[in-house]
Nanobody, 114 residues
């Protein structure tokens, strides 16, 4: 199994930016399609961005044009650059490989509030 450690969350005002990082253990990271997920209070976890092992990204409609996912396979790390943040982006953000049984990390809290 691969383990993930998320970091970079915080509290920002609407319109602000944050960059999340996710460090993965294990040498097979480069073969995974990686995703950033989020879970808001009282809601189900949702996939907001994914990046294929070759670097092709996909985004949920709610974040397209504002979030950018990227990866550095040499560092076993995936990133999520978030701009133009909105209060509805408030959630705990997690990373994981799609379609695997890897355990979830602790996530990183993002709070967008004035």
């Amino acid at each position: 199994q691969v383990q993930f450690v998320e970091s970079g969350g915080g509290s920002v005002q609407p319109g602000g930016s944050l960059r999340l990082s996710c460090a993965a253990s294990g040498s097979i990271f480069m073969f995974y399609t990686m995703g950033w997920y989020r879970q808001a209070p009282g809601k189900q976890r949702e996939l907001v961005a994914a990046i294929h092992s070759g670097g092709i990204p996909n985004y949920a409609a709610s974040v397209k044009g504002r979030f950018t996912i990227s990866r550095d396979n040499a560092k076993n790390t995936v990133y999520l650059q978030m701009t133009s943040l909105k209060p509805e982006d408030t959630a705990v953000y997690y990373c994981n490989a799609l379609n695997t049984q890897n355990p979830w990390g602790q996530g990183t809290q993002v709070t967008v509030s004035s």
